[in-house]
């Protein structure tokens, strides 16, 4: 059996992170993924490629109600606010609304959560709703698949 999605945080994030990349693809960005999972933000991203035009982008799933926390870290080690230079962008996937994307400078002042949802967000909005064939995935997906790993060998 191969674990395939729960609704483990981590589970989650990865998720959120592979849609948002597919988002930032398809808006025309190249895409780096950090080899260090504790820097404060999940991929770079640049239209052209060149050194110094690469974007940190943190990448959040929104909860059912269109919120995103801004902590991060575990909770049981402790949760630390953002902080200038952590990231430059935050890229809110949001089943229900669509993927935002949001300059730090725009979500400095709030302390724990915003609500994506709300009309001062809503010029950041750059794709529509996720298609109804991803909602099972991201809520009701089974925590277990069973796949053949590998096809039989002919004798």
Known sequence: MIPFLS???RAVGIYAQS???AVLTRLGYQLATP???TLPFDL???RDGALHSWTKVQV???SRDGTVGLRRGDKRAGCKSYVAGDFDVLLVVDRGAGSFLIPYSEIQRYRSRV????VRFSRFRVAGPLPEAHAPLIAEAPTQVQLPLFPARAA
Do not use: E, I, T, Y
């Open 7 to 9: 609704d483990a945080p």
């Open 19 to 21: 849609l948002g990349a």
């Open 60 to 62: 959040k799933q929104a």
């Open 44 to 46: 770079l991203a640049s």
């Open 35 to 37: 080899m260090d999972a």
């Open 115 to 118: 609500c994506v949802r709300d």
